[in-house]
């Protein structure tokens, strides 16, 4: 499934309200299930820097830190009904350690369902993603050397936490925060600052500023 049909899906997922405390033993079950477990490489593969810079011989763990979005609920015989969450996956290869970031989630009588998110350190969700890459997006396309004639390629290879502020905006429930976002092109290599402020309204998403884009140009 594209970001885009994630994004649909669990924004849909999380305006239903289903909220219900977690099942710790389940919970840990649940994600020392081989078969769970074979899902969640499976989609860290699908990642676009995975796919873009493939390593055969790449070793992968996937982490038993999850963070969970939306609580797990199991039923009776500790089956799981419905959640959201996320997790890592370390890929080292070729000369490259990796961080790979997977969203699972399952809505009630349906098959739990998986994606890849951006990897590295970012600290945003599936829809604060799809609403920043196109931010990005349109930076890249006025930063003076970041574009190339006759490339179709464009991918987010690693995402890097900066900080966090101290205090939150007004009406913000946590405070704002930066990142740099390193994306790819077929001889470039673009860093993008960004700045992620929640309020009262949802979070308010700024890239750049367009002088603060660092260009270099990398190997093909």
Known sequence: ?????????????????????????NTARLFADPGVRQMTLAAAQQSAVVMNEP?????????????VFQ??????AGQLQTGIWRQQVTLAG???TRTLNVIGWKQ???AIGMGALLPGGTHTDVLLQRDAIQQVDQLVKITPGATEEGCAREYVADTRFVDRDA???????????????????CTKQIEVPIRFIPDATGTTITAGPQNAVKVTTVAK
């Open 1 to 25: 499934m594209t970001h885009t049909g994630i994004a649909t899906a669990l924004a849909l997922f999380l305006a239903s309200g289903t909220a219900l405390a977690d099942d710790q033993a």
């Open 167 to 185: 205090t939150p905006a007004p009406g913000g429930k946590s405070p704002p925060w930066r990142e740099v976002w390193t994306l790819r092109t």
């Open 108 to 110: 009630a009588g349906q």
């Open 55 to 67: 390593c055969p011989s790449a070793q992968a763990t996937v982490s038993t830190d999850v963070a």
């Open 71 to 76: 609580p797990l609920v199991f039923d009776a």
């Open 94 to 96: 070729c000369g490259v």
